[in-house]
Structure formats: structure tokens, C-alpha cells
């Protein structure tokens, strides 16, 4: 393998494991995370309770546990199996509840809930929280409907209470050096930033096993899960694979863009697209979902526009990220993994729209004006060495840290509900644009989409 050739595998190899990074002029510089607060002592941690224990419950528990900086006091879901599986996690030290959430919000020893449960949820549990006086870590996407933002919004101020929207990457600090070169203009001027989110896999199209003692009216209550969405007949398919359904979820948009778009207006320092417009279907799976399973979105964001894409039928290894296109330079941010930032090219290339010239011709207008300079450019190929790449502790860690932190501090926290709002306010949007076949306009005065 030749030296060139090495280093370009060395560079795809460490962009595709897990870690943080910049490749910067050419040579990587370590990024390692910032260090947690040190370890509260137990009078000193924020009580938390736990409404929703299924995948990211289960995450955001063990991430709390990590944080070192609370105290799990009790967690509510309403299958038994995943109280059991709590219990385990904290050697049996959490309190359970099954199926009433409410009860759980009565308690005065609890400062602040964890929200995990599906989407359609989200509403009605937050809005119960606030109201109990609970600061609140609500799961991505913060709503199910663009309508529900700006009643979050309201309720957290007039309560006086902090809202962390979980869209975990902001926190890590590959994000805010990515912030950071895109605001210092070293890119020059952003006009275009594309973004993908890919999966091939079973479980990674929401496939997901289900309990092979899930019992409704035993160990589950499926009328309690239902909540708010519409009347149905019992379907465990519905409960663990509910990302498929509108009925509980926005699917691709609202599951994997809002991630996408968080860190898009994180790092842009943006808040809503102009207008957007989507289109995909079903086109490989066909288990009986409603939601498409290949989406593509084209967002306007006035002075730069944003192309985004995610299926789950690609073969490709490349999985998630977004690349800042700018007049200087150029970004490339893979979550949960690395970034490079690629060395500035300056060649204009005359060469090849001259060579039809004759070659007086060519060598006149080359010497002329520094043509001959400007052709052959100053850009250098990046070149990596001296790979270094860390991923502890995950993103999640950080980011209910700094919901704690805000807690704590009564500052607010990196995704506030204003934040969790516009990005799932933006992923609404792709969906409305998909069901309906209309570009989507957004109103900032009124603070709601519309047709074109």
C-alpha cells in the first residue's frame, strides 16, 4: 500500500470509529471531551425520576448514574419488565411505579424528571411536570406536533422551571469547536450545508424485539400507553416498534433530522428554515409501516440552504453527518465520531477551460493579472497523522449533565425549550411537506408552518 494511499485508509478508518476529532491544515488534534463536575455528595445531588424506561430511558439512567451528580428516586413505565430491568441497573435501589406517572410527580423529593416515553406523550407529561413544579430532561424529538412547542415554551416560563431537549450532540465538544471555526469566518461564507443520517439494518429501521412475556393486562397496560393518541385495538408491534406508526411518532424526520437539525442550527447559530420541502417513500420495507423509510429534505435557510437525506436500506458504511460547504474551506462533522475541516483550496483551474486555445494565446492570459499564480493555486491536500480519537463518555452523559448543571444553577441549559422547539418544529415541517406534496412555508411572526 503506498504511503498516500495508507494514510487515506488510516483517515476513513478513524472517521468511521467513535471518537472526536479535527484534522486541521493537514495534521489531527485531539479533542478531548471536557471533564465532568466532580462527584456530588449525596445531599448535593438533584433527585431525579424517570417517566419512560425503553431504550433511551434506559440510556439516560445509566448516563445519570455517570454523571455522578444525582440521585435516582423512582422510575415509571407501564411495562413491568422494563421497573424489573430498572431495579437490576441500580441494585434495586430505584423505586418503581407502574403506569401512573402522576404519582410519581407528587413526590416532593423528586427535583426534576427525565421524559422518555413515545412521542405522543410528550405534551401531556411535560405540561403535567412543569405544573408540579419538576425541571424537565424531555427525549428528542421535544414535540409531536409544532403546535405543542410554543405551550412548553409558555409553560416553562410561567412555572420557572428548565427544559433540556435531548438532542445529546451539542454537548459533546466536537459541536462547539465546529461552532467555533464556523463563526470565526475561517470557512468564509457558508452558502450550503448537506447532511445525512443512514441505516441498513433491522433493529435500525425500529425493528425491535419485542418481550417475549409482554401480556396486556398482566404485565403491560396498553390503555395507559395509548394515552392521547388514537383508539386501537392491543398491538405489541405498535408498542415497541412505535416509530413506524404516525399515531405515536414523525418517523426518519423527527427521530434522526431532528439530530441532524439541532446541530445544524447549533453550529450555524440558526433558528428556523424559511421554507422546506420533502419527499421519499416506502421503498424496501414493507412490514406495514406508515412512516416512508428513505426521506429527503431541501431546507432554505435564506442565506445558505441545507440538503439532508436519510434511509434505511444503504449498504454504506457512511452513516450520519453534515458538511459545511464555504467560499474558504470546508467542514465535515460525523456524529458521534470525528471531524475535519479540509484545507482551502484557492485553484481556479484555467487550464482546462483555455486548453482549446492556441498556446500564445494560453501563455497571454495566463501571464495577465497573476492568472498563471491563481490557476495553480495554494490549496494543500490534508495529510493526517498521529490519529488520536476518544468517545467517553457518550454524549448523553454531557448533555444530562448540563441539564443538572442548569438545575442546579437555574442558567439555562444548552437546549432550552425554545431550542428543542425549532428543531422539531423544522423536522415537522419535512413531514407536512411529505404528506401533503407542498413546499412548506414558515411564519416567525405567528410561529407556525403553512402550504405555499
Not at 412505535?242 to 434522526?256: A, E
Request: charged share 20%; glycine share 8%; hydrophobic share 35%.
Amino acid at each position: 500500500m503506498s504511503k498516500s494511499t495508507r494514510r487515506e485508509f488510516i483517515l476513513r478508518s478513524a472517521t468511521q470509529a467513535a471518537g472526536l476529532g479535527l484534522v486541521l491544515n493537514g495534521k489531527l488534534v485531539a479533542l478531548s471531551p471536557s471533564p465532568l463536575p466532580k462527584p456530588a455528595s449525596p445531599n448535593d445531588r438533584v433527585n431525579l425520576g424517570f417517566i419512560g424506561f425503553g431504550i433511551r430511558g434506559n440510556i439516560l439512567l445509566e448516563a445519570a448514574k455517570e454523571t455522578q451528580q444525582a440521585n435516582l428516586v423512582e422510575v415509571c413505565d407501564c411495562y413491568q419488565g422494563h421497573l424489573d430491568r430498572a431495579k437490576e441497573r441500580t441494585e434495586g435501589k430505584i423505586a418503581t411505579n407502574f403506569a401512573n406517572y402522576k404519582k410519581l410527580l407528587d413526590r416532593k423529593d423528586i427535583d426534576a424528571v427525565v421524559v422518555a416515553t413515545p412521542d405522543h406523550w410528550h405534551l401531556r407529561i411535560v405540561l403535567d411536570a412543569l405544573s408540579a413544579g419538576k425541571d424537565v430532561y424531555i427525549e428528542k424529538p421535544m414535540t409531536y406536533r409544532i403546535e405543542d412547542g410554543p405551550a412548553i415554551i409558555q409553560a416553562a416560563r410561567e412555572n420557572k422551571r428548565m427544559v433540556q431537549a435531548g438532542s445529546q450532540w451539542v454537548s459533546c465538544e466536537q459541536h462547539k469547536k465546529a461552532q467555533e471555526i464556523v463563526m470565526s469566518g475561517k470557512l468564509g461564507k457558508v452558502t450550503k450545508v448537506t447532511a445525512s443520517y443512514n441505516r441498513n439494518s433491522s433493529t435500525g429501521a425500529w425493528n425491535y424485539p419485542i418481550p417475549l412475556d409482554l401480556e396486556e393486562g398482566v404485565n403491560f397496560n396498553w390503555k395507559e400507553w395509548l394515552g392521547p393518541a388514537p383508539k386501537v385495538a392491543y398491538n405489541p408491534e405498535r408498542v415497541f416498534r412505535y416509530r413506524k406508526y404516525w399515531d405515536y411518532s414523525g418517523g426518519i424526520s423527527t427521530d434522526l433530522f431532528v439530530h441532524l437539525i439541532t446541530s445544524i442550527h447549533f453550529i450555524m447559530g440558526a433558528e428556523m428554515p424559511k421554507s422546506v420541502v420533502a419527499t421519499g417513500g416506502i421503498l424496501y420495507r414493507h412490514d406495514g409501516r406508515e412512516v416512508p423509510d428513505t426521506l429527503d429534505a431541501l431546507f432554505d435557510y435564506g442565506s445558505y440552504c441545507v440538503n439532508m437525506a436519510g434511509t434505511f436500506n444503504s449498504a454504506s458504511t457512511a452513516g450520519q453527518g453534515i458538511q459545511f460547504l464555504g467560499t474558504e474551506g470546508s467542514l465535515s462533522v460525523l456524529l458521534g465520531a470525528g471531524m475535519i475541516e479540509q484545507a482551502e483550496y484557492k485553484s481556479e483551474g484555467y487550464e482546462y477551460s483555455i486548453d482549446s486555445w492556441p498556446k500564445a494565446m494560453q501563455d497571454a492570459f495566463l501571464n495577465q493579472e497573476n492568472h498563471r499564480a491563481e490557476s495553480q493555486g495554494t490549496g494543500v491536500k490534508p495529510t493526517p497523522e498521529n490519529l488520536e480519537f476518544t468517545n467517553k463518555p457518550d454524549a448523553t452523559v454531557f448533555h444530562l449533565a448540563n441539564f443538572i448543571e442548569a438545575v442546579r444553577t437555574r442558567q439555562p441549559s444548552y437546549e432550552t425549550a425554545e431550542v428543542g422547539h425549532h428543531a422539531a418544529a423544522a423536522g415537522h415541517m419535512v413531514n407536512l411537506s411529505y404528506r401533503s406534496g407542498k413546499r412548506m412555508l414558515w411564519d416567525a411572526t405567528k410561529g407556525s408552518a403553512s402550504e405555499a
